[in-house]
């Protein structure tokens, strides 16, 4: 029994936060994002999935839902870099998605 409750702890933290609903206003947002227009100037790179399935780990594989209730983290996009939490470019392809400061990866968790 308790190796079920330790898989299915480990399975959520492997699929966590990146069911992403993002919001219209800030103080609904667990973390206030800026989409930066370089990539060396992000803090995570991130590919949008078309699928729930592919939203896999804490690697910027991004899967927008229609309802807060079904995202893991709500977001809500800022107009300047200053007021984010969180800087991030979107990328064109799966294979380059991924963080390039790992300080802000408990942002996502």
């Known amino acids: 029994m308790k190796n079920i409750i330790l898989f299915f702890l480990l ?6 936060a990146q069911k992403i609903y993002s919001t219209d206003y800030s103080s609904q947002s667990d973390i206030k994002v800026f989409v930066v227009d ?8 991130v590919f949008k ?6 939203a ?8 927008f839902v229609d309802y807060s209730s079904q995202s893991d983290k709500i977001i809500y996009f ?3 870099s200053s007021q984010s939490d969180l800087k991030i ?3 064109k392809y799966k ?3 991924g963080w390039r400061n790992n300080s802000k990866k408990a942002l996502l968790y």
């Open 95 to 97: 294979s380059q998605a």
């Open 11 to 16: 399975l959520s933290n492997i699929s966590f």
């Open 38 to 45: 370089y990539e060396s100037q992000a803090d995570l790179k």
């Open 56 to 63: 896999k780990g804490n690697e910027g594989l991004w899967y």
């Open 78 to 80: 800022v107009d300047y």
């Open 49 to 54: 999935v078309d699928y729930k399935s592919q």
């Open 89 to 91: 470019y979107f990328v």
